[in-house]
């Protein structure tokens, strides 16, 4: 069965200062992985996935995260918020054989000026 | 590319009456699209599976005759919200696979439709 947990349901940062949103996961076998973006009434947006190819894994607007098997993470990173990266942020697993997304429950990012 | 489209984005209807909601895959053929469910400040709910030309999977909980789902071609689904109720106030979001990278496992979002019924 696969599962994820977000750690965080908020982190507040200032803009210009890293971000760090953590990520579990639990899977039985090998898992493919994303981060996707929400906006305020918007659909989603994928930022980055990982899919066995390298552990670290480039997205868009600077994201990037790092698949670590050892800890069972992927966390998401970004060395410099912008205004613009308030949003929710949903880590997503799925299972090599499932073709369903399982969806944490999300973390919501607090860009202040 | 992987562009989905969902119409309406949103909807108003009285209590009682049907909505229906269009899901399309418009620059890609998707065998399988599937449909969310969203509360405020919640994660998405995966509510059923869709595959072109056979009947729709439905996620444990999910009333099949509530949530109608009809997938008549490799770019169309429709989810109808039969006899609404102010309970399925929602938001919506439907998603595909590219019939093309079925291995990726990944899902392409439309931007998804706010349901308000009254």
């Known amino acids: 069965a696969q599962s994820v947990t977000q750690l965080d349901s908020h982190v507040s940062v200032s803009e210009g200062t890293p971000v760090l949103l953590r990520c579990n996961y639990s899977s039985s076998y090998s898992p493919s992985l994303f981060w996707y973006v929400q906006h305020p009434n918007k659909g989603l947006q994928l930022l980055l996935k990982y899919t066995s190819a390298a552990t670290l894994v480039k997205g868009i607007n600077g994201f990037e995260a790092e698949f670590k098997k050892s800890e069972t993470s992927f966390h998401l990173t970004k060395p410099s918020a912008h205004m613009s990266d308030a949003a929710e942020y949903f880590c997503?697993?799925?299972?090599?054989?499932?073709?369903?997304?399982?969806f944490g429950k999300g973390t919501m990012l607090l860009v202040s000026p | 590319g992987a562009v989905v489209s969902q119409h309406p984005s949103r909807v108003i209807c009285k209590s009682g009456t049907s909505v229906k909601i269009e899901c399309r895959s418009l620059?890609?053929?998707?065998?399988?699209m599937f449909w969310y469910r969203q509360f405020p400040k919640q994660s998405l709910m995966l509510m059923a599976t869709s595959n072109e030309g056979s009947k729709a999977t439905y996620e444990q909980g999910v009333e099949k005759d509530k949530f109608l789902i009809n997938h008549a071609s490799l770019t169309l689904s429709t989810l109808t919200v039969t006899s609404a109720h102010p309970e399925d106030s929602s938001f919506y979001i439907c998603s595909a696979r590219d019939l093309k990278a079925v291995s990726s496992y990944e899902q392409y979002f439309g931007p998804g439709t706010r349901l308000t019924v009254t």
């Open positions: 997503v697993v799925s299972e090599r054989g499932y073709s369903t997304l399982t």
């Open positions: 620059d890609f053929q998707a065998t399988t």
